[in-house]
């Protein structure tokens, strides 16, 4: 309340702004539940129950030797997950994605085994389990939201607590979940399209249909006596493990968009659906910032490039470059890209000014960003692509003009107190830093495109002397510490850009002068297939030069 009056009383005088600024709101119990121990605790102690209520339901032999086993491996389990995936172990509501997508997978194959040896449906017989449990669930889930690691960790803890779940261990079901889900994981690499999930759900459906064959769970298969083979079984039974996989696949790419909701994951199906450059902020920009559009444009491909050049995510850098200077929408003729040839407005401004309005753009990007409830990852990358960075030609600028005051002050008897202070602080953008390797390279790209514009006759040297010092400039003034980026990532960026570069900004050879004007040839005798036989003039620009 005090703020607010303050405000008031600021605004009144015409020393604050009426607007304010959009800021993102951080709910500080959700911030405190997720990196709280007791709330992990509880996340482990609820699936410790779970497993106990699906070995114990149900009539299965020696459940408690198998619930012994089973803590053991989840002990294994938690231990794995602190060593290889420490920051998912941080975050509660990543352990809680993990293990509840397991156990979903444990109950769902629960079920259906209680269903098959219930009797209720003829064509459902107790070895048809092996054949409709959801062996690919899990990893496929986990593969798409939080990566490969990840679906191979829940490939093969998933396997193994499924194979409790039958009384001793079943090692046709083990191997068939093992087999299963490291065929999802493979299948789901690099999913950018939802076909893709259906394509991986029909071939983790072949490997079950295979290893089925194999253990005998299909059949029984003589080939030597084919009279005897039941054909209409094998057949349902084939479809039943065919579907399986299909069936899991659907229902994954179905929970996708709710999961990466809920848990704040953005998948690669959906950087690739943001890409989409009819977004109003976008329309707007190629119309009121023509200049910075096509500037974005570039920065895109230069950042995609490097990103799949040292393993990052690309389509991430590809989308985020698209929004990265959505700021300068506000002020556009400010910027060098979108000035006009009449006059540039800085040079009314006092370098302060200028400098003020250049390192406003992150801000109103930000607020853009928010109003338009973009993804929270592109508003990182706004906030991050200039880091701490310095506005170089403004504050020479302003050093150029204390100097110059302090020369006429001396001429004019002024103390040295009345020349006006320069502080480097006042000309640095107020960061962060980049804090991932996406981020990071969005902002050399942005830095390294920018100043290639300034390039006259550019050759491969000039492009290579440019990347190689603007990188150079920016690991010396610190930006580059909070990354993870190693000096081999820098080096293999650095390439990149350097060819993406002497791609877009080759010459084409100059049309040659049209001096004569031609006059067609009006001789009606003339068949249309003689005039087109007639020589070409000599002053028409060669078919090359196009």
């Known amino acids: ?21 959009r800021r993102r709101t951080k709910n500080e119990l959700l911030h405190s539940l997720e990196f709280a121990t007791p709330t992990k605790y509880f996340i482990f102690a609820a699936f410790v129950a779970g497993l106990a209520a699906l070995i114990f339901g149900g009539q299965q032999p020696e459940p408690t030797k198998n619930f012994v086993i089973s ?76 990566g490969r690691n990840h679906g191979l960790y829940a490939s093969v803890f998933v396997s193994l607590w499924s194979s409790l779940l039958f009384g001793k261990v079943d090692a046709p079901l083990l191997v068939c979940g093992l087999i299963s889900g490291f065929t ?25 249909w295979l290893l089925s064959m194999t253990f005998g769970i299909i059949g ?34 179905g929970v996708l968009p709710i999961f990466e909701h809920l848990f704040q994951v953005t998948t690669d199906i959906s950087w690739l659906e943001a890409s989409d450059l009819n977004h109003p902020l976008l329309r707007r920009m190629t119309i009121e910032a023509p200049g910075t559009y096509h500037h974005s444009l570039v920065v895109a491909n230069l950042a995609e490039a490097a990103a799949e050049a040292i393993g990052a995510n690309a389509t991430l850098c590809r989308v985020c470059s698209y929004f990265h200077d959505v ?31 250049i390192i406003a ?15 929270r990852q592109i508003i990182d990358i706004i906030q991050e692509h200039h880091g701490t960075s310095l506005v170089y030609y403004f504050y020479k600028r302003a050093l150029q003009q204390q100097e110059d005051a302090r020369t006429g002050g001396k001429i004019m008897n002024l103390r040295e107190e009345d020349v006006p202070e320069v502080s480097e602080e006042t000309f640095r953008y107020s960061g962060p830093k980049p804090q991932t390797k996406e981020s990071a390279i969005i902002s050399l790209a942005d830095m390294i495109e920018s100043a290639s514009r300034s390039l006259e006759k550019p050759t491969p040297q000039k492009i290579e002397q440019l990347v190689t010092d603007l990188i150079s400039q920016r690991i010396a003034d610190g930006q580059l510490v909070e990354c993870d980026l190693t000096l081999s990532d820098l080096n293999l960026i650095a390439e990149r850009f350097r060819f993406t570069l002497m791609t877009m900004l080759h010459t084409r050879i100059a049309y040659p002068k049209q001096d004569a004007k031609i006059t067609p040839i009006r001789d009606e005798s003339l068949r249309p297939d003689v005039m087109a036989g007639t020589r ?6 060669p078919i090359s030069a196009a």
């Not at 703020?3 to 600024?21: C, E, N, V």
């Open 1 to 21: 309340m005090l703020d607010f009056l303050r405000r008031s009383r600021l605004i009144k005088r015409g020393l604050a702004s009426r607007k304010m600024r």
């Open 327 to 357: 700021g300068k929408l506000v002020k556009p003729e400010y910027f060098t890209e979108n000035m006009n040839f009449e006059r540039n407005p800085h040079d009314d401004l006092a370098p302060t000014m200028s400098a003020l309005i």
């Open 220 to 253: 029984p298969i003589d080939f030597l006596s084919p009279n005897t083979i039941d054909w209409k079984m094998l057949g349902i039974q084939s479809a039943l493990a065919i579907g399986n996989g299909i069936l899991t696949a659907t229902i994954v790419g």
């Open 184 to 208: 999802a994981v493979y299948l789901t690499l690099q999913v950018r399209r939802r076909s893709r999930l259906i394509r991986a759900g029909f071939g983790v459906g072949m490997a079950i």
């Open 71 to 146: 803590l053991l491996f989840f002990a294994t389990a938690l231990t794995q997950l602190w060593i290889n995936q420490p920051t998912t172990f941080l975050r509660s509501s990543r352990v809680f994605l993990v293990f509840g997508a397991i156990f979903v997978q444990l109950a769902t194959t629960k079920f259906l085994l209680v269903l098959c040896n219930s009797g209720s449906f003829s064509f459902l017989r107790p070895e048809t389990v092996g054949l409709i449990a959801p062996y690919a669930f899990a990893p496929l889930l986990l593969s798409v939201l939080l």
């Open 536 to 541: 070409k003039p000599e002053s028409a620009p």
């Open 361 to 375: 753009h992150v801000k109103e990007g930000v607020d853009l960003a928010l109003k338009h409830r973009l993804n």
